[in-house]
Every structure is written in C-alpha cells, then in structure tokens.
C-alpha cells in the first residue's frame, strides 16, 4: 500500500512541475507579446529616423552628381515603405521597386515637422527627394533632383531658413538660360511656390525659346505646332525615321489659377498618323494623333512632375507654315 502512496506522490510532483514550466513558458510569451505591441510603429519610427544624421545647412545637390550621396548604410525596402507611400518613386521609377536607398541627413526642429533628405537608385537612374514628417506622420514629399538624359542642369538646394531652390540651366546656341523656382512647405501639408524667375527672352516675338532650334527637320510631322504665342510644341528630326525629339510648353493666362507645364524628351511613331512619349522609368505618358496639319496631345500616364497639378498636356495645336526662302539672282 505504501508502495502505491508513493507511487502516487511522485506522479503529481512531475504533473505540478511540468505545469508550472508551462505556466512560466506562457507568461514569458504574454510578456514579450505586450512588448512587441508597446513598440509598434513607433520604433519603427525611431529606427527610421536614427538612421538620418543631422543635415548641414545649406545643402546642395545637382542631377550631374549624385552618387557621392551613397556614402551611408542602405535602409531596408520593407522598413522604408511601412513609413513612406512607395508611390514617391514613380518619378522616376516608375514600377521597378529593386531600389537601393541612402539616408543622406534630416533636419528636425522641436515641437514642428522634421525634413528627411534620401538619395534612391537603381541601375539606370538616380534621385534625391525630400520627404516631410509631421507628428510623427509623413505628410509630403517632393524629388529634388532626377537624372535625365537631357541637356537641363537641375541643382537644389535648401538654406537655413528652409526654403527649398530649384534651378534648371540650358544652354542654347551659346547662351546659358535658367528657370528658378522657391518652395516653402507650410502647416497645411503641402509646398507652395514662393517665387519663379527665368532669364529666357520669351517677349522679344512673343513666343516661347525652342531649345531644338538647331535641330534637323525633314521628317513628316518635323516643325512648329502651336496655339497662342505660349502653348507650343516643337518636333524635330530624331536618330532615325519614325523617331522625334520634341519639346512642349503651355501657360494658362488665367489670373485666379494660374498653371502651366514643359517637357523635353523623344517620340516614337507608333502607327502612320500616332506617335507616343513612353520612357522606362517615366510615369508620363503622351499620345500625339497628327490630323492634317493639327496634332493633338492627350496625356494618358501621370506627368505631374512637369506641369501643375492642375492643368494637363490636353491640347490641339496647329503646325505653322515654313518662312519661304527666296533664291538669289547669279
């Protein structure tokens, strides 16, 4: 009998311990779990921002050279876009997502929003934005500067006031012109345009500078199209038939809402009357229809990044009649 007293004793020990090491197990678990919600976002957050030194004021960065930007430790993809919309990189991105991105400094002021300055690249292009935090939240973001195989210098800046310059420089026959433009960011979450300046002689006839003036133009639809003495659309002769290069400007006169936009970039003709913007990498997309001697552009991709958000490349112009050339008398 005592035999089995014992027998029994010694069962309900080991139950008794094996429950208490499970007991144990589960509040460490539960403990841990409480833990993991305490930090959440928020030390995502902190690790997002810990990985931005201070930024030294002014910085100044230009299209043309970018990659001494990459002089830090990458932030991971994942961290990055659980903090910021992803759709950022669209410009000039577009959908590729194998991107490998720089913290390049942060400028944070008490008790207002924090500035984050990155640099992004894949293996065909670069660009730097600059991304707003406000109580803890992001609220706006703008590119500084994206590469582009054009002949447009773009150089941006922040000085110590905040105040963000972009400058775009051309050179055309001999001649350096710019177009400048102040943003500010300002408590309503997004950035306004403080002021613009160009040295461009756009009054002399009226019209707008062709940056493709020099440029052949023998090919079908090669001239000047336009609507007004601002909206303009200019196609020269590209590499190879059935390729153009182009340039379009548009303003709006309108005083109450003011808008306009500028492209520069090369078509493909894409059928005998059809011809399209569509770069890799570019979000913007344009569809040119060529009716006799009118072309009319439909913007059918998102190209914010070169007009106002709102207005659009949504037009009709018509080519202009070349100059006659008179033969001299031998």
């Not at 461009?200 to 639809?221: F, I, M």
Request: some cysteine; aromatic content about 10%.
């Amino acid at each position: 009998m005592s035999k089995y007293l014992v027998a029994v004793i010694v069962l309900l020990s080991m139950l008794a311990c094996k429950n208490d090491k499970s007991s144990s197990a589960n509040s460490g678990n539960k403990s841990k779990s409480s833990s993991a919600g305490n930090t959440g976002k928020s030390s995502e957050t902190g690790s997002f921002s810990s990985a931005y030194n201070n930024l030294n004021l002014p910085f100044t960065v230009t299209d043309t050279d970018m990659s001494g930007l990459a002089k830090t430790d990458t932030i991971g993809y994942t961290l990055f876009s659980q903090l910021v919309p992803d759709t950022i990189f669209n410009n000039p991105f577009a959908k590729a997502r194998k991107l490998s991105i720089y913290p390049v400094g942060k400028i944070e002021q008490k008790g207002k929003e924090s500035y984050f300055v990155t640099f992004v690249k894949d293996k065909n292009r670069s660009a730097v934005y600059l991304l707003i935090y406000d109580k803890k939240k992001f609220t706006a973001s703008m590119p500084l500067v994206v590469s582009n195989d054009d002949n447009i210098v773009t150089t941006a800046s922040i000085d110590k006031k905040l105040a963000i310059n972009i400058n775009k420089e051309r050179k055309v026959k001999n001649n350096m012109f710019y177009n400048r433009t102040i943003y500010a960011y300002n408590n309503a979450g997004v950035f306004t345009t403080v002021l613009t300046e160009t040295n461009e002689d756009r009054t002399a006839k009226g019209g707008v500078l062709n940056p493709l003036e020099s440029a052949p133009k023998k090919y079908k639809y090669s001239g000047d199209y336009a609507k007004g003495k601002k909206d303009v659309l200019f196609i020269r002769d590209g590499k190879s038939p059935g390729q153009y290069l182009f340039f379009i400007h548009f303003e709006s006169d309108k005083e109450d809402e003011p808008c306009g936009g500028e492209l520069k970039g090369s078509l493909k003709q894409v059928s005998e009357k059809a011809a399209v913007y569509n770069i890799s990498g570019d979000p913007c997309v344009l569809n040119l229809t060529f009716k006799g001697d009118k072309v009319d552009v439909k913007e059918t991709g998102g190209c914010g990044s070169y007009r106002g958000i709102k207005c659009f490349f949504n037009e009709t112009y018509t080519k202009k009649k070349e100059p006659k050339t008179s033969a001299r008398k031998k």
